[in-house]
């Protein structure tokens, strides 16, 4: 087993007021494709809309699961306390084609404008800094997208330069 793979089963659940912020599961996928099939929810994302439980499983197994088992973190599951309801996602991605991590949330609209991402992003990118050692957090986002740079900027990132994101073929602010 390497060191990835030890951090990422050995990560506990994170608390916050409202929210526990677990690793995905495969159980997970339906609460996983309703997310992600909204095209509100990807407006900013560049992502393909996951029709099918079965697209969210294989969407599931090759990023966060995957990023656990190779990098010991990525995105978790954020879940309302006070009902158990999944209601998106937050946390750390490593990059490879940019050799950075990256910080980035996702939520239902029925969820936006509450201030979810500021308060499951904080921990995260604490426990990024104060468990896994990382010395440099980034945040990728679309330059029109007002909310998530607001999000950012209360995180304590900056604007440091326009990037080709080869991803998604397309230019993004880079926030450090």
Not at 20 to 32: G, K, S, T, Y
Request: hydrophobic share 40%; charged share 25%.
């Amino acid at each position: 087993m390497n060191a990835g793979t030890d951090r990422a089963s050995a990560m506990t659940p994170i608390e916050t007021d409202r929210l526990i912020l677990r690793p995905f599961v495969l159980e997970d996928a339906a609460a996983f494709q309703r997310l992600n099939a909204d095209p509100l929810v990807r407006r900013y994302t560049y992502d393909a809309p996951m029709e099918t439980l079965d697209d969210a499983r294989r969407v599931l197994t090759k990023a966060p699961l995957a990023d656990y088992a190779r990098h010991g973190y990525g995105r978790v599951a954020c879940v309302l306390k006070d009902s158990g309801e999944l209601i998106g996602f937050s946390g750390l991605k490593f990059l490879p084609d940019m050799d950075e991590t990256d910080i980035g949330y996702r939520f239902l609209r029925a969820h936006w404008g509450k201030g979810y991402a500021t308060e499951s992003a904080r921990p995260m990118m604490a426990y990024g800094r104060d468990v896994l050692g990382l010395e440099r957090i980034i945040g990728l986002v679309d330059p029109g997208n007002a909310g998530s740079v607001h999000v950012l900027e209360k995180l304590g990132l900056r604007y440091e330069s326009t990037v080709f994101y080869a991803d998604i073929g397309k230019d993004m602010h880079l926030y450090a």
